[in-house]
């Protein structure tokens, strides 16, 4: 069984930062790819940012310049620093992770239960 945990949210005043995290445990074999997506209120799931375990990254050009995705492999776990933090930034944040599984060589995606950012003065 495979877990995907998110902390790091909470509540920001609009210029601000935050670093989010996210862990991914249980019987893994190896993580491919691993994302950040969030959701605001009454809007579609949007992707952050990505990153592969060789470490290329990409983002949103809404993000661009103000947020930086990292990972550490050895810990299965997945960073994005959020910096200069807007309004527009207030939303669900949830990670994602392509990975195999050991136990049954399977490869999917999992996500995390997501934590909230809000950007507010």
């Known amino acids: 069984q495979v877990q995907l945990v998110e902390s790091g949210g909470g509540l920001v005043q609009p210029g601000g930062s935050l670093r989010l995290s996210c862990t991914a445990s249980?019987?893994?074999?190896?993580?491919?790819?691993m994302r950040w997506y969030r959701q605001a209120p009454g809007k579609q799931r949007e992707l952050v940012a990505s990153i592969t375990n060789g470490g290329s990254t990409n983002y949103a050009d809404f993000v661009k310049g103000r947020f930086t995705i990292s990972r550490n492999n050895a810990k299965n776990t997945v960073y994005l620093q959020m910096n200069s933090l807007k309004p527009e930034d207030t939303a669900g944040y949830c990670c994602?992770?392509?990975?195999?599984?050991?136990?049954?060589?399977?490869?999917?995606?999992?996500w995390g239960q997501g934590t909230q950012v809000t950007v507010s003065s």
């Open positions: 994602n992770a392509d990975l195999i599984v050991s136990r049954t060589w399977s490869r999917a995606d999992y």
């Open positions: 249980g019987s893994i074999f190896t993580t491919y790819v």
